[in-house]
């Protein structure tokens, strides 16, 4: 019987860098004109990179919250792409989009 096992989970900064990172590739108005395939290639290396170093099951409440804040840029970027007034709306259909167009899932 092992008394100790292994915890590993992003600390603060490393969570703070990741939303960063999210940003930069879906925050700028000039990402607007692509369509959602290519940034979802510009990001599913990245995502892939993280799931692989933080891939534990101990880290799946902290890797869920940077599932929830990509859902959330997407969102963000759908909206403005389409011209429409409310902040979140669409976020279901985006939802779907995102995982018919097959985004990694960092939360396992």
């Known amino acids: ?3 100790y096992a292994l915890h590993q989970y992003p600390s603060k ?3 703070q860098n990741m939303r ?3 940003k930069e590739v879906l925050g700028r108005r000039n ?4 369509d959602i395939s290519v940034l979802i290639k510009r990001l599913n290396p990245i995502l892939r990179g993280w799931r692989n170093y933080y891939g534990f099951k101990t880290a799946s409440k902290w ?3 940077i599932d929830w804040y990509i859902l959330r840029r ?3 970027w759908y909206n403005k ?5 409310r902040y979140l709306s669409n976020m279901n259909y985006v939802g779907n989009l995102l995982k018919k167009l097959k ?5 396992v």
Not at 81 to 85: E, I, S
């Open 63 to 65: 890797l869920a919250k």
């Open 13 to 15: 900064k490393a969570m």
């Open 1 to 3: 019987m092992i008394p």
């Open 103 to 107: 985004l990694v899932k960092l939360a």
């Open 20 to 22: 960063q990172r999210i």
């Open 74 to 76: 997407f969102t963000i």
């Open 31 to 34: 990402v607007l004109w692509q």
């Open 81 to 85: 792409k389409h011209q429409k007034k």
